[in-house]
């Protein structure tokens, strides 16, 4: 539990932070939902007139777009970008700082298994990214509260918002990967939005070449935000996908984590 804790601490700062860009820049977006909805039909010309391509590298559903939910599907594109590279980024934090400390054989030489140490982590991981998700829950609800009286099912605002969930047990679960492989990695910050935005111009191009084979191998993908709109419900193999390589590469993590060497300095 000590570990636990000291983790909890440690990412404090970084947490903080995070939840305060996520405000900002729900805030920001969120604004120009008012607009969005007075000037339908305006921008409903204007969207039409734009090559089917930039719709389909977005996710976008034209039929679906205009109302509250699609400008919300719209605004959930581009900020599940966000909280997949704060997802990366704490795996890649919580599981490799000791190494690019040079302080690993310090942690591993107390009386605790290696076993215990990865899942006080692995709990401290999910925790911090818990408080994150709440934030953006609440934040995006109280905004779209306070800049438009427009009605919208409650359900499926949830449903769109826990995508991002999911988004962020896998790339927490790649961060963790890539923390127990490589040795020491010098830019943690790079590293994550290497990762984030490269599965995320895969994702666009994947949309506009209409790849539906590489759906599969993109959490980006898991989910089809368009069709939680339409349908109020997730598709039955997002959701084992999305947790089955959640679980497959954490149980992978711990393996190695168990039995990789350890350097002493």
């Keep these: 539990m000590n570990i636990y804790k000291q983790e909890?601490?440690?990412?404090?700062?970084?947490?903080?932070?995070?939840?305060?860009?996520?405000?900002?820049?729900?805030?920001?977006?969120?604004?120009?939902?008012?607009?969005?909805?007075?000037?339908?039909?305006?921008?409903?010309?204007?969207?039409?007139?734009?090559?089917?391509e930039f719709m389909a590298a977005f996710g976008l559903d034209i039929s679906l777009f205009f109302g509250p939910l699609g400008f919300i599907t719209f605004v959930m594109t581009m900020f599940v970008l966000l909280v997949g590279i704060q997802a990366v980024h704490m795996g890649l934090s919580?599981?490799?700082?000791?190494?690019?400390?040079?302080?690993?054989?310090?942690?591993?030489?107390?009386?605790?298994?290696?076993?215990?140490?990865?899942?006080s982590k692995f709990?401290?991981?999910?925790?911090?990214?818990?408080?994150?998700?709440?934030?953006?829950?609440s934040a995006g609800y109280f905004i779209i509260k306070m800049v438009s009286d427009a009605a919208f099912p409650m359900n499926t605002y949830l449903l769109l918002l826990a995508t991002c969930t999911f988004v962020q047990l896998v790339f927490f679960a790649l961060?963790?990967?890539?923390?127990?492989?490589?040795?020491?990695?010098?830019?943690?910050?790079?590293?994550a939005t290497g990762v984030g935005m490269g599965f995320f111009v895969i994702r666009m191009i994947a949309n506009i070449s209409n790849a539906t084979t590489l759906?599969?191998?993109?959490p980006y993908q898991f989910f089809d935000n368009m069709y939680v709109v339409a349908y109020n419900r997730y598709e039955s193999?997002?959701?084992?996908?999305?947790l089955g390589v959640f679980v497959v590469l954490e149980?992978?993590?711990?393996?190695i984590y168990q039995h990789m060497d350890i350097h002493a300095v």
């Design 8 to 52: 909890l601490k440690q990412y404090r700062n970084t947490l903080i932070g995070w939840c305060i860009a996520y405000i900002c820049i729900l805030a920001l977006y969120l604004s120009f939902l008012p607009a969005f909805l007075d000037e339908g039909g305006g921008m409903r010309d204007y969207f039409a007139s734009l090559p089917p």
């Design 94 to 119: 919580i599981y490799g700082k000791e190494q690019r400390n040079r302080t690993s054989d310090f942690l591993l030489s107390k009386p605790v298994k290696r076993a215990k140490i990865f899942w």
């Design 123 to 137: 709990l401290a991981g999910l925790t911090a990214l818990f408080i994150s998700e709440v934030v953006i829950y």
């Design 175 to 191: 961060g963790t990967l890539l923390s127990v492989l490589l040795k020491r990695i010098k830019n943690i910050v790079g590293l």
């Design 215 to 218: 759906r599969w191998i993109n």
């Design 237 to 242: 193999a997002s959701i084992l996908v999305s």
């Design 251 to 255: 149980a992978v993590s711990l393996w």
